[in-house]
């Protein structure tokens, strides 16, 4: 069997082998063979802009694997920061590498004063916070010029690290310029997740955390870790291929995980589960998604055809989590939901299954963060990923992300002077 496909072009009746590499079709070889016949490819659905060893995702079966370990394995069993050394660095650290990598991030958590307060105090009270850690995220790349010098693999690490560090920052910074409440300081004593808690909700008195929480938000940052070639990380590819430094690369990524498509799910959830209001009004919902006059949140993904696995583990984290908090009246409504959606032929046929925000705002919600910070928690557990795959496609040497279109539009035809239209 040859690692090719054979293609007949109708005009010509000529037939063409194109080489298979890596089991996708070798485009440097068809636009030798068929120049200027691109392909039609909107949303990118059947197309591989990278070669990637990161994250495997298998949507029909609902696997999901970093770097080849089972997403549930890490969920049980790992740390963020040990998952953040895997996604960056291919491999699980030694304990003497675990330990160097924890320090290291957790002594560059500080962000520039001056910046951090004159920057955040020119946005209103009530700013989205998403909007407040795309600037933040994009600013830091003028308090760190050496960062341009993308060539340099251990630079790379470097800056990595520190924008791995300053994202609890920055979001709980966010949080409190919208809250009107003193900003609190980062903690080296602490964890990673402990501290970014206790950056948000401590107030008046020693902020506690507790142990259940911690659990749950180590979870959840290990599930959004990374997700290989999604709309955020797709963007932050396609900026960091121009060669900009990563703050501007992943201020970019920030950018397209806020739209409610993609990390803002999490929050229309919430907000559909609220106009849904009680259980009764649940199937009168499904009938609206279906009639086409809105989505059902948190359901579907474009390659996953199969129960999200994440969604599966968050489900768990949110009992653990209600049994510290009480139930979050909101999940009756949620679990009702998912019954009938995944009874009904239109959501069947379709394969669309709950995916990892579903349920992911519950527990948020319980945990006492605001709707609007759930997109910014999104990207502090993704960041890893964001970087990990912007460090991975540097590495490789690639080209400048530049596709092509199929042009629509007029042909040529002559200016007209204003007066003459
Ligand atoms: N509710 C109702 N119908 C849906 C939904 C949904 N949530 N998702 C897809 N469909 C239907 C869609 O109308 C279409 O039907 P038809 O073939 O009759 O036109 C079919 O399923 C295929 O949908 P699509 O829009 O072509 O799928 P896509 O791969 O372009 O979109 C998606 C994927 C995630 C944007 C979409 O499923 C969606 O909008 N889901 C709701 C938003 C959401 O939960 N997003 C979070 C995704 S997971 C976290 C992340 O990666 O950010």
């Given at each position: 069997?040859?690692?090719?496909?054979?293609?007949?072009?109708?005009?010509?009746?000529?037939?063409?082998?194109?080489?298979?590499?890596?089991?996708?079709?070798?485009?440097?070889?068809?636009?030798?063979?068929?120049?200027?016949?691109?392909?039609?490819?909107?949303?990118?659905?059947?197309?591989?802009?990278?070669?990637?060893?990161?994250?495997?995702?298998?949507?029909?079966?609902?696997?999901?694997?970093?770097?080849?370990?089972?997403?549930?394995?890490?969920?049980?069993?790992?740390?963020?920061?040990?998952?953040?050394?895997?996604?960056?660095?291919?491999?699980?650290?030694?304990?003497?590498?675990?330990?160097?990598?924890?320090?290291?991030?957790t002594?560059?958590?500080?962000?520039?004063?001056?910046?951090?307060?004159?920057?955040?105090?020119?946005?209103?009270?009530?700013?989205?916070?998403?909007?407040?850690?795309?600037?933040?995220?994009?600013?830091?790349?003028?308090?760190?010029?050496?960062?341009?010098?993308?060539?340099?693999?251990?630079?790379?690490?470097?800056?990595?690290?520190?924008?791995?560090?300053?994202?609890?920052?920055?979001?709980?910074?966010?949080?409190?310029?919208?809250?009107?409440?003193?900003?609190?300081?980062p903690d080296n004593e602490l964890g990673?997740?402990p501290n970014?808690?206790k950056?948000?909700?401590?107030?008046?008195?020693?902020?506690?955390?507790?142990?259940?929480?911690?659990?749950?938000?180590?979870?959840?940052?290990?599930?959004?870790?990374?997700?290989?070639?999604?709309?955020?990380?797709?963007?932050?590819?396609?900026?960091?291929?121009?060669?900009?430094?990563?703050?501007?690369?992943?201020?970019?990524?920030?950018?397209?995980?806020?739209?409610?498509?993609?990390?803002?799910?999490?929050?229309?959830?919430?907000?559909?589960?609220?106009?849904?209001?009680?259980?009764?009004?649940?199937?009168?919902?499904?009938?609206?998604?279906?009639?086409?006059?809105?989505?059902?949140?948190?359901?579907?993904?474009?390659?996953?055809?199969?129960?999200?696995?994440?969604?599966?583990?968050?489900?768990?984290?949110?009992?653990?989590?209600?049994?510290?908090?009480?139930?979050?009246?909101?999940?009756?409504?949620?679990?009702?939901?998912?019954?009938?959606?995944?009874?009904?032929?239109?959501?069947?046929?379709?394969?669309?299954?709950?995916?990892?925000?579903?349920?992911?705002?519950?527990?948020?919600?319980?945990?006492?963060?605001?709707?609007?910070?759930?997109?910014?928690?999104?990207?502090?557990?993704?960041?890893?990923?964001?970087?990990?795959?912007?460090?991975?496609?540097?590495?490789?040497?690639?080209?400048?992300?530049?596709?092509?279109?199929?042009?629509?539009?007029?042909?040529?035809?002559?200016?007209?002077?204003?007066?003459?239209?």
């Amino acid at each position: 069997m040859t690692d090719s496909i054979t293609i007949t072009d109708n005009r010509t009746g000529e037939s063409l082998e194109i080489p298979l590499h890596n089991g996708g079709v070798d485009a440097a070889e068809w636009r030798k063979l068929l120049p200027g016949i691109w392909f039609h490819d909107p949303g990118l659905a059947t197309t591989s802009g990278a070669e990637s060893a990161i994250t495997e995702l298998d949507g029909d079966n609902g696997i999901l694997r970093y770097r080849g370990y089972p997403i549930e394995q890490l969920a049980e069993h790992s740390s963020f920061l040990e998952v953040t050394y895997l996604l960056l660095k291919g491999e699980l650290p030694t304990k003497a590498e675990l330990d160097g990598f924890v320090h290291d991030v957790t002594y560059h958590t500080f962000v520039h004063e001056k910046f951090r307060r004159r920057m955040y105090d020119a946005y209103h009270y009530d700013a989205h916070p998403m909007g407040l850690l795309m600037s933040g995220v994009s600013g830091l790349s003028t308090f760190y010029p050496d960062s341009k010098d993308i060539g340099d693999a251990d630079k790379r690490m470097e800056n990595a690290i520190r924008l791995i560090a300053k994202m609890p920052t920055l979001a709980a910074s966010a949080f409190r310029h919208r809250r009107g409440q003193p900003f609190v300081y980062p903690d080296n004593e602490l964890g990673y997740a402990p501290n970014f808690l206790k950056m948000m909700f401590e107030i008046g008195s020693p902020y506690e955390v507790d142990p259940a929480f911690e659990k749950a938000m180590e979870i959840l940052l290990i599930l959004h870790a990374d997700h290989e070639q999604n709309c955020s990380t797709t963007a932050a590819r396609v900026v960091g291929s121009s060669h900009t430094d990563p703050y501007t690369a992943i201020g970019a990524a920030c950018g397209a995980l806020y739209g409610p498509r993609h990390g803002g799910a999490n929050e229309a959830v919430l907000q559909m589960l609220d106009d849904i209001g009680t259980y009764d009004n649940v199937e009168p919902f499904i009938e609206g998604v279906k009639a086409g006059k809105e989505r059902l949140m948190g359901f579907g993904h474009r390659v996953y055809k199969n129960y999200d696995p994440r969604a599966r583990i968050i489900k768990q984290a949110a009992y653990d989590v209600f049994a510290v908090t009480g139930t979050n009246p909101l999940l009756d409504i949620a679990l009702k939901l998912e019954e009938v959606a995944l009874e009904d032929e239109y959501f069947v046929s379709r394969r669309l299954y709950p995916n990892v925000d579903f349920y992911s705002g519950l527990i948020y919600e319980s945990m006492g963060f605001p709707r609007d910070m759930f997109t910014v928690l999104f990207a502090i557990g993704r960041t890893p990923g964001w970087l990990a795959h912007w460090d991975e496609m540097l590495a490789q040497n690639s080209r400048i992300a530049r596709p092509r279109q199929l042009y629509i539009g007029a042909s040529e035809r002559p200016y007209v002077p204003i007066g003459e239209r």
